[in-house]
Each structure stands twice: as C-alpha cells, then as structure tokens.
C-alpha cells in the first residue's frame, strides 16, 4: 500500500459583453497516481501501476462563447481548447523498463448552433475538429511512438439534425452523422499491417416521421442509417476483430400525453 496527497484545481470567469452574449475562460487540472485506474498496485518495475512513479497529470484550457439570436430562437457557441496530459508510462524498448517521459496533446476547435429557425423550423448542429499527437512517446522498438497520433481519435466528427412541422400535425426530419478515421495504433513507423490498421470514416443519414392524431397521441416512425452504410463502429486492440455498426433500421413508437 501507498499514501500521498494530490493537489487539483479549475477556475473560470464568464464575461457578458452584451446581453444576448458571453466569453467564457477556464482552466483545470487532474491527477491519476499509480494504481488509480483499477485500485491495485503493481512493484514490478515495468507496470504502470509502481508505487514510485509519479501520478500522471492532466491540464485543459478552454475558451470559448455563446450568442443568442434571432429574438433568442437561435443560440450559436463556439470554442478552442487544449488538453495535454504528461507524465504517461513509456516503455524503454532497450531495457523494458518503464520511464514516466510520455506527453500528449489535443487542441481544436468546435462550434454549434440550436434552436428555432423559424416557430415550426427546429435545427441542432454541431462541428469538431481535434489534434491529437503524442508529444514525447517511445523512440525505439519497431514501433515507436514519439510524434505519433493518439488512438482512436477522430480529427473531424459532425452532426446535424432538423425538423419542420407542418400545419396539419405531421413533422418530418433528417439529419447525418461523420466520424472522420481513427488509427488502431499510435506507432509513426507501423510494421503490423496484418490486420486493420485504422477504421475508415463514415457518414451516416437518418430520418424521421411524426403524425399527431390527436392532442394527447402521436405516432413516430425512425428510419435509423437510411442507405444502409457499412462501417466498423468498434475495434480490438490487435484489429483482428470488430463490431459492424447498425445497418439500416427502423422504429415505430406510439406517444401517449396526459
């Protein structure tokens, strides 16, 4: 057994410079000692969980801001943040002992906007776009990951979902879906090809159909990955195996309001 005391901290302040706006800043930090992830220690000197590593350390700063517009209807948000993460177990390919050198990264930006185009125009959207990268990782081995990008880490992702309800009751919508690729592995100089050695990217398209037959019941059809687009939703490890995302569906509901 082993006993510290970790010091972490967050602080923002928000700023209005008009009434329908606001300019948010925050920062914080987060730490994860060794044996944290699974409550176990480790003495071997090549596991992540030794009591004589130091605790990871995690940082994010974020900035970013909101606009309502359109009398309210609309609201817009934007932000660009940073996160970085230092202190990550290393593998010395040489001696296969485990050093605490590891530093990653991701900066982006997202943005969004929800609510009312018009009283019976509904639209959410939102855009992101990440840069993953391993700062400082492994040199050696066959597969070193100094300069790498992190795993399963899309650099774009995408939604859009709207609806228009029309006079007589029925409300139809659609929307879509983007996942950008995403690599199995973080290695720069990848030997293992054998196997899948990142998941391609997607899109996705979905739809709906509302009928209000009265006040208090409507009837809702879902028609779930219209084109039936085929793509891996999750991977293993070593790439030898995955789970197909959903392939076209549909779901028929029945609304009941008291």
């Not at 390919?93 to 943005?111: D, M």
Request: no cysteine; proline share 6%; glycine share 10%.
């Amino acid at each position: 057994e082993s006993s510290d005391t970790l010091v972490t901290g967050k602080i923002g302040v928000v700023y209005k410079p008009a009434p329908n706006g606001s300019i948010y800043a925050a920062a914080a930090t987060s730490k994860l000692p060794p044996g944290g992830s699974n409550f176990q220690l480790n003495a071997n000197t090549v596991n992540a969980n030794n009591p004589n590593l130091d605790p990871q350390e995690a940082r994010n700063i974020e900035i970013g801001t909101k606009w309502d517009v359109m009398d309210g209807k609309l609201a817009l948000t934007g932000a660009i943040f940073r996160s970085e993460n230092k202190n990550e177990i290393v593998t010395d390919a040489a001696t296969n002992e485990t050093t605490q050198l590891g530093k990653r990264r991701v900066q982006g930006i997202e943005i969004g906007a929800v609510g009312q185009l018009t009283p019976a125009w509904q639209l959410m959207t939102g855009l992101a776009y990440m840069d993953p990268k391993i700062t400082r990782g492994s040199t050696g081995g066959t597969g070193p990951t100094d300069g790498g990008v992190i795993q399963w880490s899309p650099k774009m992702t995408f939604t859009a979902w709207t609806t228009y309800k029309f006079p007589t009751g029925l409300t139809l919508g659609g929307g879509a879906r983007y996942v950008d690729s995403v690599a199995r592995t973080s290695a720069t100089n990848v030997s293992d090809t054998t196997n899948l050695p990142e998941v391609p990217d997607y899109w996705v398209f979905d739809a709906m159909a509302s009928y209000e037959v009265t006040k208090n019941i409507a009837i809702q059809l879902n028609v779930y990955n219209i084109f039936d687009e085929e793509y891996v939703a999750t991977i293993n490890n070593s790439g030898a195996r995955y789970f197909p995302g959903t392939p076209r569906s549909a779901l028929l509901t029945a609304n009941f309001k008291f």
